[in-house]
């Protein structure tokens, strides 16, 4: 049986239950010999984060310190220019040696795989896991949908060395997102119960996303 290695990259901008409660939940149904959780350090999709690549860091190695099999990795801060996939996808390749990899990305993540650096090589190198989000679910894009496995996910086809799918899969559905929790600081709402409580007495003590003043 191959080991098998995810990867869940993000911004984690902050870091939130739908996150950490997910990739727990995944561990608990697919026989991960581990997985790598990398905050990206220039996020090639979007505007830059709001917090330093340092606060992401420490907030995600507080929201995955009690997940077992989980590894906080600081490596796309280690290099120069934009985090692409494609790049630390090989690096981790070259590491891990007889593995399968497996890209773990939330849908609306997977969405936007088209406009992915490489993306054809990429889907050639590793398996994807797109984990479905209700509140933002995979686009009826016939583009999208053809890259998608016709076939159920199953543990046994995700074992198959030699085939190389991209899978939808359900986990209990969280409706957070690091928006909704930057928004609810914003407006003084509450965070508790979509964040870890060590992530949110970080994100206070620091006045990250003006939370001095409010939550
Ligand atoms: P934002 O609201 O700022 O866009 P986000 O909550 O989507 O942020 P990211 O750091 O961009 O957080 O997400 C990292 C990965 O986790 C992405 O692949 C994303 O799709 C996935 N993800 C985020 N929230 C959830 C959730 N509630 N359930 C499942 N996957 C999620």
């Not at 995955?64 to 494609?86: Q, Y």
């Not at 054809?120 to 496995?149: A, C, G, T, W, Y």
């Not at 991209?166 to 909704?180: A, G, K, Q």
Request: proline letters at 5%.
């Amino acid at each position: 049986m191959p080991r098998l290695v995810g990867i869940f990259g993000g911004t984690f901008d902050p870091v939130h239950y739908g996150h950490s409660l997910t990739i727990a939940e995944l561990l608990n149904t697919i026989p991960f010999e581990k997985i790598l959780v990398i905050p990206n350090s220039l996020p090639p999709h979007r505007e830059n984060s709001q917090a330093s690549f340092s606060h992401r860091y420490k907030m995600t190695s507080l929201a995955f310190r009690d997940i077992e099999k989980t590894v906080v990795d600081n490596r796309e801060n280690l290099r120069t220019g934009p985090s692409h996939a494609i790049e630390t996808v090989k690096q981790i390749i070259a590491e891990e040696g007889k593995t399968k990899v497996i890209l773990i990305v939330g849908s609306d993540s997977f969405d936007g795989i088209h406009s992915w650096y490489k993306w054809r090589e990429l889907i050639s190198l590793v398996d994807f896991l797109i984990l479905k989000r209700l509140d933002m679910p995979l686009s009826k894009n016939k583009n999208v949908q053809d890259l998608i496995s016709p076939t159920r996910f199953s543990e046994d086809l995700l074992l198959d060395r030699k085939a190389k799918s991209i899978f939808e899969i359900e986990m209990t559905p969280l409706r957070i997102s690091s928006s909704l929790i930057r928004e609810n600081i914003a407006k003084g709402k509450s965070i508790d119960n979509l964040i870890n409580p060590l992530v949110k007495d970080y994100l206070k003590k620091h006045g990250l996303y003006g939370s001095k003043n409010s939550t």
